[in-house]
């Protein structure tokens, strides 16, 4: 398998970046370093990116998690906080979580083995979708329903139109569900600070067509044959593009 595909496939990183690493010398072949990205990787090489070893497995695992609030969205913490991995501990294969979900939210989170896959729902120009419930403090009137649509300033950046609609509203708080396709650190968060209506709760429920569903807080479940096979489908029209 040819090197860059390898990296790529045990989620180290794109396959444009680990080219780039393999030509500044970031990659070694059982100890040597590498520098011609056309190496074709063989069984029993040892492959290190940056130092760390990576193994790529050709089982590929796909699972949804319902992420509680209260873990770290990352493989380890330095600090010694619970991370989502403690979720999927009785996973026999190496996974990682796939983007980032904050420490204070919860919801749909895909973990898998597949790094293309991974890459492809997080890169920003695929646009890729995700669906939030949002529990916000304050009454989100007609302005400021407009404005979250539209695109608010959340610090030097305006955000792209957005789906928004109101579930449901009481006179000191509201219940929004909300579809945007960036993933700029805690935008919805700030979206509604933006508006004067601050986030109490936030729930992912949604990544483009992949529910949460009536999965319980904390558990998590092997992705369905159809669930898979959308996602394989809009990654190739993404590298058709």
């Known amino acids: 398998m040819r090197l860059n595909k390898y990296i790529a496939r045990a989620g180290a990183c794109s396959r444009r970046k680990a080219d780039e690493l393999t030509i500044n010398g970031n990659v070694r072949i059982n100890g040597v370093v590498m520098k011609e990205p056309g190496y074709d990787v063989v069984e029993g090489d040892r492959v290190e990116v940056n130092g760390k070893l990576i193994v ?3 089982k590929k695992i ?10 770290i ?8 906080r619970a991370t989502v991995m403690e979720l999927v501990n009785d996973v026999p294969e190496r996974i990682f979580p796939v ?3 904050d420490h204070d939210t919860s919801g749909l989170l895909i973990m898998t083995n597949d790094g293309e896959m991974a890459h492809h729902l997080m890169h920003p120009g695929n646009e890729v979708t995700k669906r939030y419930r949002v529990f916000a403090a304050g009454t989100v009137s007609g302005k400021k329903l407009s404005q979250l ?21 009481s006179p000191r708080s509201a219940l929004v569900e909300i579809e945007i396709h960036e993933g700029k650190n805690r935008q919805i968060r700030k979206m509604f600070s933006a508006v004067d209506c601050p986030v109490q709760a936030l729930q992912r ?3 483009g067509e992949i529910r949460l569903g009536r999965l319980k807080e904390g558990h998590y479940r092997k992705m369905t044959k159809d669930e898979i096979e959308y996602l394989k489908k809009n990654m190739k029209k993404a590298s058709e593009k």
């Open 56 to 58: 790529f497995s050709e």
């Open 73 to 80: 969205t990352t493989t380890r913490d330095e600090k010694g």
């Open 205 to 207: 429920t949604a990544i």
């Open 99 to 101: 983007g980032r979900l």
């Open 149 to 169: 649509r539209k695109g608010v300033d959340i610090g030097g950046y305006i955000t792209s139109p957005a789906r928004v609609d109101i579930i449901k509203q």
């Open 62 to 71: 796909y699972l949804l998690l319902n992420k509680p609030k209260g873990y």
